[in-house]
């Protein structure tokens, strides 16, 4: 059974090594993100839309987007539809807002910020933003 009763929006920032997902409700509150292995992010995505009242997913239109529209096409519910959204520039953006979400400690505050390089991927904060894209758009 779903967690929520509130529709539920999925990102996805998807690439050849690895992809971004997250989970964003109509409201703007993020239940779940995360960065998996190209190879795993199907079948996340179907896990999530089996547990989430999902009614849509929103997806960045670069790279390797085709191809991964028509995997998800095969795989996801046919009533979930899939718009794209374009991502220009949104891994600049996710780097600023990796550090809104998580705060530089001890020595990292010293950095300036322009310098200043998350300590991971951030594909699932690029989801995120492609959510608030759609949901500004």
């Known amino acids: 059974m779903s967690k929520e009763k509130e529709p539920i929006i999925l990102g996805f920032?998807?690439?050849?090594?690895?992809?971004?997902?997250?989970?964003v409700g109509r409201d703007g509150q993020l239940h779940q993100h995360q960065v998996v292995a190209s190879p795993a992010a199907v079948a996340t995505l179907v896990d999530w839309s089996r547990q989430y009242p999902v009614e849509l997913i929103v997806m960045g239109n670069q790279t390797t987007a085709k191809c991964w529209r028509e995997k998800l096409a095969r795989h996801l519910p046919l009533?979930?539809?899939?718009?794209?959204?374009?991502?220009?520039y949104s891994s600049?953006?996710?780097?600023?807002?990796?550090?809104?979400?998580?705060?530089p400690q001890g020595l990292t505050r010293l950095i300036p910020k322009g310098m200043r390089l998350p300590p991971g991927p951030i594909d699932d904060i690029v989801a995120i933003l492609l959510i608030e894209r759609y949901l500004q758009g």
Do not use: N, T
Not at 79 to 85: K, L, R
Not at 92 to 103: I, N, S, T
């Open 13 to 23: 920032d998807p690439g050849q090594d690895k992809c971004g997902l997250a989970v």
């Open 79 to 88: 009533s979930v539809p899939i718009v794209m959204v374009d991502e220009r």
């Open 92 to 103: 600049l953006e996710a780097r600023d807002r990796y550090w809104q979400m998580y705060p």
